[in-house]
């Protein structure tokens, strides 16, 4: 069975400008989550996405957004990036009525120059 | 709200010590525990986990119970491996959307 799959592996980009990250999930489990894990800060969660609806965010601004397709996967974008969005997001599925077990893709490394 | 302590690093050992890495936390209700484990380069992957008190996570040699009484949740092994050199994160599951809590993660070092 696939895992959790991420793209880009990197992303480099310059400040002000707009990212876009991927993620796929395990088959058959329909939450996505989104964490952002920045040098010293640790793994922060971003955003919750389940039966494509926007479920739960957290302490982040709007310019990070993303959407959940009807296929489940999931798509990040981050606006009007700034030199401290660099970090490495991690995408992680949950199999809804299957538990609280989260299992995490690779991860998009986005460094913003 | 829900937070996750765990023991600061670095953990310096040598290849065949015994390996504790604690771990306690705070949360309402009763929530979820888990340990996840990132190795260089790469995203986190599941190490155990305990969904109530007194269960005992364990997998590839590694062990943690869920510990209500103290809030705890310890990592060990006891005859640890170059290859388990890593991060370890602590975390916790809690509420109806079942986000994670992190840890700030301990960075293991098994030298032979």
């Known amino acids: 069975e696939a895992g959790v799959t991420q793209s880009p592996t990197h992303l480099i980009k310059t400040r002000g400008q707009q990212a876009t990250l991927r993620c796929s999930p395990i088959?058959?489990?329909?939450?996505v989550y989104w964490y952002q894990q920045a040098l010293g800060l640790g793994l922060q969660f971003l955003l919750w996405y389940d039966e494509g609806e926007e479920r739960n965010r957290g302490n982040f601004p709007p310019r990070f957004s993303g959407r959940q397709f009807p296929n489940y996967s999931s798509e990040l974008n981050v606006n009007a990036l700034e030199l401290e969005d660099s970090a490495l997001y991690l995408c992680?599925?949950?199999?809804?009525?299957?538990?609280?077990?989260?299992?995490f893709g690779p991860g998009t490394r986005l460094l913003v120059l | 709200g829900n937070s996750v302590t765990q023991m600061e690093g670095p953990v310096t050992l040598s290849e065949e010590a015994f390996l504790t890495i604690n771990c306690t936390y705070t949360a309402t209700g009763y929530p979820s525990l888990f340990w996840y484990v990132q190795y260089p380069g790469e995203g986190l992957q599941l190490l155990l986990k305990a969904t109530k008190a007194d269960d005992k996570g364990s997998n590839k040699g590694f062990e943690a119970t869920y510990r209500k009484e103290t809030t705890s949740f310890h990592l060990e092994k006891g005859s640890v491996q170059v290859s388990d050199s890593a991060v370890y994160f602590c975390a916790l599951s809690g509420g109806s959307n079942y986000k994670l809590t992190f840890g700030k993660g301990t960075l293991l070092t098994v030298n032979p």
């Open positions: 992680a599925s949950r199999l809804a009525g299957g538990g609280e077990t989260q299992y």
């Open positions: 088959s058959g489990h329909t939450s």
